[in-house]
């Protein structure tokens, strides 16, 4: 089986947000850059997969230089190849198009993504390739598994879970209980180096949304405390001036 | 030119977010001055949409939609959309929302903007505002595209009930359940409790709880209000608590009208899944708790006092005995 795990580039979780150009950048001054973690979710899943069944995993990434270090981490954990499309990512369908031309190109059986990433957010680009490439969608899953060219995947439904299966091709996102992510060790990171890292140019396609301006959520008016041995006032407030319930 | 809404259901009912989509796409489609058309796929709800502002409903029922399946669905608010000429289409974003976006917006070739929280600028172009990095701050976004499509993050928008009947139309599709490109092998569905995403009202607990036996409180004071429970990443990780009430960064976001934390420090990745929410609450023995900071109602103390006297209030309040 062919896999192909999308690696999207993203600040660290613990990031403090702030922007610059007045609010319509983000600031990237000494932030640290990370595999999107469902992304990692999604490489250490289809490792298991093809260590179990055969097969290879490469991983594409949607973004300029600057993410190399990131792709190299990837290939560090297991890929046996990166290919890069260089080009700014500003749109999920934008992204979303480089992705699904290289996946039919590649002629890969299964792509994963993340859930979404944890920048802008989307959770649109599993979606989008699926859809683009013609192929079964199966979104947010948390458990995966491939016999043949059939895919089985567990995944969350509003109000519980549901088990679905479909042929290959398909395109999978992950969640978190995929599996446990793996972190690389020495011998990886020392094969990494030497290991392909194509860089392809973007094919042509308008970007039809823009990110004009950022602002962060207004600033909370301040906790009102309230006395432990008093603790049954809180619910007063909520019901009498907040009529919460 | 016209908006659509899907106004999905869950075994014929209406979901909430739908009403409030539906609200949404009506005040949107007065600002654009056109109309405002809801779908209904399969086995609908019973209220007649015109309450909450649709002007007609297409109601798409057939082998194709008896369970959900994002292709069908898609395929289906497609059709009807272009044979409608809507030019802008709003669904919930809900775990079925959020599959089935991105293939209507593919198939109708519409722009995407997802996780939207507020009513769009129309006085200036087409200019929407989102969540990004986890919730941790918002950006607008302009769409520079004749067709769009966007989903709304469940309790974002009034609903409002001031509409009256609106048509109901029968709609025929050419979609067929040889449509259906993924077989459901087993579902399994928590009934009876309130769907965390759904809720208006969340009580939650961390580590701070000490073991799972100790939830008994939480339960409690969740089943007066009538409210849902969620928990820390820690605790779902030491399995005292189903993986489905893992709130934060890698569990679900929500954004209830009132979040109540117990236990619970407040890391920054647990407060990009709940931070949105409209009042928080906060019980931790320690002062300097990092969720204080977040919170509107703040009690210092421990839980195991705190929750039971706020059992108790809320029971008199309720006049639950
Ligand atoms: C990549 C990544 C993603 C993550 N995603 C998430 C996520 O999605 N969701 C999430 O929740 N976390 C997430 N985390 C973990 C997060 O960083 C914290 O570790 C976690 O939220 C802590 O959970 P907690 O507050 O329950 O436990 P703790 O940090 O152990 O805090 C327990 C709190 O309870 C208080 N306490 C103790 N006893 C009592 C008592 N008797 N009464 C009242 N209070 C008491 C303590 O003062 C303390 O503040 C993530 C971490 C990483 C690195
Ligand atoms: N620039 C990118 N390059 C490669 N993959 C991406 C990129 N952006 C998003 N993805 C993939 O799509 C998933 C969902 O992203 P999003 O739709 O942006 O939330 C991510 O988890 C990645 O797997």
Redo the contacts with the bound molecule.
């Keep these: 089986m062919k896999i192909l795990v999308c690696v999207s580039v993203v600040p660290d979780?613990?990031t403090k947000i702030t922007f610059t150009d007045n609010d319509t950048q983000f600031n990237k001054a000494g932030v640290q850059f990370i595999i999107n973690?469902y992304d990692e979710l999604a490489l250490t899943r289809a490792l298991e997969i093809t260590e179990k069944n055969g097969g290879s995993v490469s991983i594409i990434t949607v973004g300029e230089a600057d993410t190399d270090p990131v792709i190299r981490k990837a290939l560090a954990i297991g890929a046996a190849d990166a290919i890069r499309v260089d080009v700014e990512p500003k749109d999920g369908m934008f992204v979303a198009a480089q992705i699904a031309e290289q996946a039919k190109q590649g002629g890969f059986d299964l792509v994963l993504t993340g859930r979404e990433s944890i920048d802008y957010n989307g959770g649109q680009v599993a979606g989008l390739v699926a859809e683009m490439m013609n192929v079964t969608l199966i979104n947010v899953a948390m458990e995966l598994d491939a016999e043949g060219n059939t895919i089985t995947a567990t995944r969350d439904i509003d109000g519980g879970r549901e088990t679905l299966s479909c042929n290959t091709p398909c395109v999978v996102s992950a969640q978190k209980d995929l599996c446990e992510p793996r972190i690389p060790n020495m011998r990886g990171i020392m094969m990494a180096r030497s290991k392909p890292l194509n860089v392809v140019e973007a094919v042509d396609k308008f970007n039809y949304t823009s990110f004009d301006s950022y602002e962060l959520p207004p600033a909370k008016g301040g906790v009102q405390m309230i006395d432990a041995e008093n603790a049954e006032e809180l619910m007063d407030l909520l019901h009498n001036e907040k009529k919460l319930f | 030119m016209a908006v659509l809404v899907f106004a999905e259901s869950d075994n014929g009912k209406y979901k909430k977010s739908s009403f409030e989509a539906v609200s949404y796409g009506k005040d949107l489609a007065t600002q654009l001055g056109t109309s405002c058309f809801a779908i209904t796929i399969g086995n609908k709800g019973s209220e007649n949409l015109g309450k909450y502002g649709a002007d007609k409903e297409f109601n798409v029922s057939g082998d194709a939609f008896e369970s959900f399946n994002s292709q069908t669905y898609a395929k289906a608010i497609s059709e009807v959309a272009s044979s409608n000429d809507v030019d802008t289409i709003v669904i919930s974003q809900t775990y079925s929302g959020k599959s089935v976006a991105p293939l209507v917006a593919v198939k109708t070739n519409s722009a995407l903007v997802t996780g939207v929280v507020d009513m769009i600028d129309t006085s200036d172009g087409f200019k929407v505002k989102k969540t990004c990095f986890s919730s941790k701050a918002f950006s607008t976004v302009s769409v520079n595209h004749s067709n769009r499509a966007i989903t709304l993050i469940p309790n974002s928008y009034q609903i409002n009930e001031a509409g009256s009947d609106a048509e109901q139309v029968a709609t025929n599709t050419a979609v067929t359940s040889s449509d259906i490109d993924a077989k459901i092998e087993a579902t399994n569905k928590e009934t009876g409790k309130i769907a965390l995403t759904e809720a208006e009202l969340v009580v939650s607990?961390?580590?701070?709880?000490?073991g799972p036996e100790n939830w008994t409180m939480v339960e409690e004071l969740a089943g007066v209000l009538g409210a849902a429970t969620a928990?820390?990443?820690?605790?779902s990780d030491m399995e005292w608590r189903p993986h489905s009430e893992?709130?934060?960064?890698?569990?679900i976001t929500i954004k209830p009208n009132l979040y109540i934390a117990?236990?619970?420090?407040?890391?920054?990745?647990?407060l990009?899944?709940v931070g949105s929410s409209k009042v928080i609450c906060v019980?931790?023995?320690?002062p300097e708790?990092p969720?204080f900071k977040a919170a509107d109602y703040g009690i210092v103390?421990?839980?195991?006092e705190?929750l039971p006297k706020l059992i108790k209030r809320a029971k008199e309040i309720k006049g639950i005995a």
């Design positions: 979780t613990t973690p | 607990a961390g580590r701070g709880l000490k928990c820390s990443k820690p605790v893992h709130v934060g960064q890698t569990g117990a236990g619970i420090s407040g890391a920054i990745q647990h990009a899944g019980i931790n023995t320690d708790a969720f103390g421990d839980a195991f705190v």
